[in-house]
């Protein structure tokens, strides 16, 4: 499966509640990634991070953080400042920022 | 930054035509271009990418080609299968400052039909 674990594969939170989402993998890979995925419109970078202790906003970075305390794993806050929260999250690896990105199987967030 | 777009965004072909999905990028120092195939309820996997200082590439049934002079990448699939159905997402590396990060186009649904 590639190595890349999310979890919980669906999730669901009222308005007003922030949410983590959890990211692990076991790649040895430095570069990890998040992705929100919505109908229509791909994938949309949220952060990114090289390496451990670092990371950057991506496009969509409003209403999000994360943290990348240990190599293996980037969680990623969904917090009550996100407008539109509703979306399908993809997580993924990589061995430096340019090589092939291994995904996660996601994690379906609905907002209830 | 970085700005990817992808057309068409569906795309039916009988069962052995050839597919064409088409990308462009708007930052000319990008240099990596992957391409990922996302079937229905599964995660997105790398087929075939190509690097800027390679105009073509071939893996059996995909080939990409890469025109850097017009920031142009295209995704060619012959002889289609019905499993080759799924949603195709280009992508496009770039950035500044030691900093670089893939973006995605839109993605194309391909629908074979047999």
């Known amino acids: 499966d590639g190595g890349i674990t999310q979890s919980p594969k669906y999730l669901f939170r009222k308005e007003g509640q922030n949410v983590t989402l959890s990211c692990e993998q076991n790649?040895?890979?430095?570069?990890m990634y998040w992705y929100r995925q919505d109908p229509g419109q791909g994938l949309r970078l949220i952060y990114y991070?090289?390496?451990?202790?670092?990371?950057q906003k991506g496009d969509i970075a409003e209403g999000y953080s994360v943290s990348r305390e240990k190599k293996e794993s980037f969680p990623l806050t969904v917090t009550s400042a996100q407008k539109n929260p509703t979306a399908f999250y993809l997580c993924?690896?990589?061995?430096?920022?340019?090589?092939?990105?291994?995904f996660g199987q996601g994690t379906r967030l609905t907002v209830v | 930054g970085e700005n990817v777009e992808q057309h068409p965004s569906t795309l039916s072909v009988q069962e052995g035509d050839s597919a064409v999905i088409k990308c462009t990028y708007s930052?000319?120092?990008?240099?990596?271009f992957p391409w990922y195939k996302q079937e229905l309820g599964k995660r997105p996997q790398l087929i075939i990418d190509?690097?800027?200082?390679?105009g073509e590439k071939k893996d059996q049934r995909i080939a990409v080609t890469l025109n850097k002079t017009a920031k142009h990448f295209s995704l060619h699939i012959t002889e289609t299968q019905p499993e080759d159905s799924a949603v195709y997402f280009c992508?496009?590396?770039?950035?500044?400052?030691?900093?670089?990060?893939?973006?995605f186009g839109t993605g194309t649904k391909l629908q074979v039909i047999p």
């Open positions: 993924a690896s990589s061995l430096g920022t340019g090589g092939e990105a291994f």
């Open positions: 790649l040895n890979h430095d570069a």
């Open positions: 991070s090289q390496i451990v202790n670092d990371f």
């Open positions: 930052d000319s120092a990008s240099n990596y």
């Open positions: 190509i690097r800027s200082n390679v």
């Open positions: 992508a496009a590396r770039g950035g500044s400052g030691g900093y670089q990060k893939v973006t």
